[in-house]
């Protein structure tokens, strides 16, 4: 049964974020990017992670994509400019598909090769209270230096966003 | 669970590069970043199916930190996005061309 889940979250998970590469309009590309981020959340609890999964519905889904909604309704695009006015056309697409293309065909031959890939993924579950303890036992000093992290993250992203100078208005292009 | 790891690394492997597609062939700012949120995701599957295949949960806290970078990495980009945008009025990837900004 887990077997079908998994599968039908997979075709889930690459159609939504096919849809979501696509959509000229980039609100509707967020929405199915959310989309995609459930199934793969999902996906990890099916791969025995539910801590992480939770994570993912509430970091990825709740937090970044709600941070792109504002930020595309923030920035007051005139109508032409939400959509690329006529999208890449064939002339854009058709290189980076030959490319991609090759490049995925190679990874999938060498993932063909590898006769460890072939074993089936064993049962396993780690709960919350063990996955917590490796965090903050065998990992603490990483856990403080991506606090700092997002630290110098919010003081870098206050600084780029500041409201324009004086100087820099009258001045500047505007 | 009753799936090779193969099948698992495929599925990631085919999102990530339809993450790159988009990084390489859109010319809007928001869908470039896009693309880098789906490449990132692919990772994290990767690392969370690599935890589960050795029963470690060393790949389940990796997951935890490539969160942790993203929401920087995604909070700098866009303020970045906002600043270009108030410069020269356009997201558009073609405006930013030249090292004169």
New interface residues.
């Given amino acids: 049964m887990?077997?079908w889940i998994?599968?039908i979250l997979?075709a889930v998970?690459?159609v939504a974020?096919?849809m979501?590469?696509t959509r000229r309009n980039?609100v509707h590309?967020?929405i199915y990017?959310v989309n995609?981020?459930f199934a793969?959340a999902l996906?990890?609890y099916?791969?025995?992670?539910p801590?992480?999964a939770a994570?993912?519905v509430i970091?990825?889904a709740g937090?970044?994509m709600v941070?792109?909604l504002f930020?595309?309704m923030?920035?007051e695009?005139s109508p032409g400019?939400e959509a690329?006015r006529q999208g890449?056309g064939p002339l854009?697409?058709l290189p980076?598909?030959l490319?991609?293309g090759a490049?995925?065909g190679c990874?999938?031959l060498l993932?063909?090769l590898?006769p460890?890939?072939?074993?089936?993924?064993?049962?396993?579950y780690?709960s919350p209270r063990?996955?917590g303890y490796?965090?903050f036992h065998?990992?603490a000093l990483?856990v403080e230096i991506?606090s700092f992290?997002?630290l110098?993250?919010?003081v870098?992203?206050?600084y780029?966003?500041r409201p324009?100078s004086r100087k820099e208005r009258s001045g500047?292009?505007? | 669970m009753i799936v090779p790891f193969q099948h698992l690394l495929i599925l990631a492997s085919i999102i990530f590069f339809l993450g790159l597609m988009a990084v390489l062939v859109r010319r809007n700012l928001i869908m470039i970043l896009i693309g880098v949120e789906i490449m990132l995701n692919a990772a994290g599957l990767v690392l969370v199916g690599a935890s589960a295949f050795w029963q470690q949960l060393d790949g389940q806290v990796m997951v935890i930190f490539l969160m942790a970078l993203t929401s920087a990495e995604v909070s700098i980009s866009l303020a970045m996005v906002v600043y270009l945008n108030r410069r020269k009025k356009t997201i558009d990837v073609r405006a930013f061309d030249e090292l004169r900004g």
């Fill in positions: 887990a077997t998994f599968y997979g998970a690459v974020t096919a979501a590469v980039p590309s967020v990017l995609s981020f793969l996906i990890f099916l791969l025995g992670a801590l992480v994570w993912e970091i990825y937090a970044i941070l792109f930020i595309i923030m920035l695009l400019e690329d890449p854009q697409w980076v598909l490319l991609g490049l995925l990874t999938l993932l063909q590898d460890a890939g072939s074993q089936e993924l064993p049962n396993w780690a063990d996955f490796a965090l065998e990992y990483a991506v992290q997002l110098f993250a919010a870098g992203a206050f780029v966003g324009a500047g292009e505007r």
